[in-house]
């Protein structure tokens, strides 16, 4: 037959016993040995480097570093219930891996298991079989070890991010997703490959040793069964496209709360396919509208408590020159908090931020975001995110009068410094409110502020949270001189995640100046995977020079 052309870029992330081998002898009779690579083994980044000049399907089993997925790659994937996949690949080592220096060990490790009725293995059999999915995933931004139900979040919000999904138990639908995405209009069936030779159905299996195999893959099964859930969530959205109504309150729509992406103690973040729309169609984690005047998105319908917020917006303009009106309300636009227009002067950058401040003085259900777009223009909605300006001051210790200018660049007082993020500047950041937030790319998220200090010991601690990607190998250096002396360099912690998520971001270090300076920064270096909000620095001097000390006792 023909092979398809196909002109993207994907990634098959096989895992084992997953029909993987079979989807990657379907790719090829498909694609053509020309698009598709053979079945690979290896790390993610050197199969792109190696292979992604000449294929654009790399299919493989894949280990990840922790750098996070390719953009530029679109990833799949099949998964299998994972009781069923622990049992076929129990008896695929035992009697379908020929014996070799690799495999010797695996394959003791799985007679022992069968001959104890999963009482006993060794270490070799055990970490290939307990657990796999959530470490394949997790390890895609995890770089350290986590607590298994840190790895499970992690591995979740991996999957989020996944072009395709399938489910060995319907692969024939998964094939025909899959060749929708591939733009291959009529296709061969797939057909069994690698086929485990001889092996019992689960109900022939004993009950102590179901039980035991249960045991070593529980995180598995939750994250098999959160994954379905995510699936069928996004599969069953159905947008209520209507004529626009000026009143929002005429449109009877639903005002059921939006779920939050990224929740901590001042802070909601929403990626923008996650609210409810008038107008927009889901394009990856965002919505675009159709051309069509109306809400390109309305939600979250929070319940707030009394205080002073911030809604901020982050997008495209697709088609450059429009007008859009953006406000923040409840009561189904019957309480209007705060309102602007969003003018798009077509000059310069197509990214735009929106910031609406708000004070509410009792507490409100139902509050919204709004964007509303004209006729015959397309804008991109990336993020919307909710602040509690007060709880942001209060995690910083400092007061601040909302009715005046901006604050300085540093607080002094009793030997403690405290920068604010928003006087800092940034390489690579958001500017979200008083707030700086990591927006996917690598580099400074903060530098500066370029204060004096007297010498002495000092303990620093970076205010603000941590999204679910977590830190993914961000970290710390304090520098002097333009930054050509480097005075101490501080990962920020032992894990992605630490119990500090929602006030600091890793726990407090310390670091020593032997003299004076009189321009010492602090940076913020992250990656491409890392999701910090940054509200803040507190330096506090902890130990005086000896200088200092003696000038004091003479």
Partial sequence: MTKAYYSGRVVFHHLTKTAGQAVNDWLIRNLGVGTVTPNLKGEHRELIQRYGGNYPVISAHIRFDGTGLDPRYQYVTVLREPVDRFISWLHYIDKDVAITEDTKQPKAGAKLFLTSDGEEANEAFLESAVNPYVKSFSDVVMKANASWQQRMQAALSVLSEYALIGFQENLPQFIDEFAGLLQVKSHAPIRAINVTSVRPHRDAVSAQMLRNINKLTEWDAELYSKTKEMIARTTNLCPNIQVFKLQFSSW????QPSRAYWKGNY???????DLSSQNGVVAGRALVSSGVMGYLC???????????YLAVATGIWITRGGTCKVDVCSEKGASLHAEKELVDSAVGSAEFSVALEFLL??????VEFRLMVPDRHQVQLNTVTFLDLQKIYALMNVEIDF???EGDIAKQNFGKTVILAKTMSSKVGLTVGPTLQTDGRNGFLCYGPYIALKGGRYEVEIMGGIGPRGLAGAYADVVCNSGKTKIHHQPLAITPFNEFADSAVGRPWQFSLEQDVN??????????RSEINLCGIVLRRIEEAEGDQQSKED
């Fill in 252 to 255: 009877d729509c639903t005002t």
């Fill in 267 to 273: 802070l909601e973040h929403y990626i923008a396919r």
């Fill in 298 to 308: 309305h939600g979250p319908y929070l319940r707030l408590e009394p205080g002073r």
């Fill in 361 to 366: 003085d009792h507490e409100k259900t139902g």
């Fill in 403 to 405: 009715s005046s200018a």
């Fill in 519 to 528: 321009d010492l920064e602090i940076r913020l270096r992250v990656s491409e």
